[in-house]
């Protein structure tokens, strides 16, 4: 599991938490006054911040799902994150001490796509999968599942839906097994699409 130097379970009041952009950058009035580790020298006292361990944890987690993946650049990191995407986190003390188990980072996106008859389309405002990561030791367990389901749940999106950047095969074979995802409509770009995607009147280009 991965060690991060610092107690993490102040940060997950539940298992599965949110990040977004606001919660990462500590405002200078935090670095200030922020009332966190007062025993720590001053220069490094920022970096016990909630909002320095989490873009910490992101930086770690994004680099691992990128080595998991063969990815020579990470497709999550604190700095790249913007307005419009959101980092779901899941930890548990399944390990005897509170650890990050897995990542999985949403957004939308406006996509031109090619429908079932072949048809260019331009779909505002899409969902889509962009970084997904079970930690190793915890693969193959339902964890993946249940952070993809409260992902779900809380931006209230429906599977077939999401557009998914680059699938591994190891997420096919997931969305295939828990969704019955497995028929794509072949795309110019690097975003798989299932086919039901197109199921719901959408705005022709
Ligand atoms: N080989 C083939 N299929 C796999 C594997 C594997 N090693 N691991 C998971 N799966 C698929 C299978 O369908 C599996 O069902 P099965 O065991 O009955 O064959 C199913 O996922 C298991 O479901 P969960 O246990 O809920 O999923 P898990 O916790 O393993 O999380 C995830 C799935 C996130 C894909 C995980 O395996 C992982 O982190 N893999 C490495 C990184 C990766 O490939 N991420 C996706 C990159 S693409 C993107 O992010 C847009």
Redesign the pocket.
């Known amino acids: 599991m991965v060690d991060f130097g610092f107690d993490i379970k102040h940060l997950f009041p539940q298992p599965i938490i949110r990040v977004q952009p606001h919660s990462l950058r500590p405002k200078i009035t935090q670095l200030h006054h922020h009332h966190y580790s007062l025993n720590v020298n001053p220069q490094r006292r920022h970096l016990t911040l909630p909002s320095c361990q989490l873009s910490q944890i992101l930086d770690v987690m994004g680099k691992l799902?990128a080595d998991?993946?063969g990815l020579r650049h990470p497709?999550t990191t604190a700095d790249k994150l913007t307005a419009d995407q959101v980092v779901y986190l899941m930890a548990d003390e399944a390990a005897g001490h509170w650890a990050i188990t897995?990542l999985l980072k949403v957004g939308t996106k406006d996509l031109f796509l090619f429908d079932q008859e072949g048809c260019c389309r331009r779909a505002n405002q899409t969902p889509a999968?962009?970084?997904?990561?079970?930690h190793e030791s915890?693969?193959?367990?339902?964890?993946?599942?249940?952070l993809f389901e409260w992902m779900l749940e809380q931006q209230g999106w429906s599977p077939r839906k999401c557009s998914?950047?680059?699938?591994?095969?190891?997420?096919l074979?997931?969305m295939?097994?828990?969704y019955g995802l497995v028929r794509t409509i072949p795309q110019g770009n690097n975003f798989v699409l299932y086919e039901g995607f197109f199921d719901d009147p959408i705005t022709k280009c």
């Open positions: 799902s998991a993946q497709v897995g999968i962009l970084d997904f990561y079970v915890r693969q193959r367990c339902g964890q993946g599942k249940l998914v950047d680059r699938p591994s095969k190891k997420l074979a997931f295939g097994k828990h």
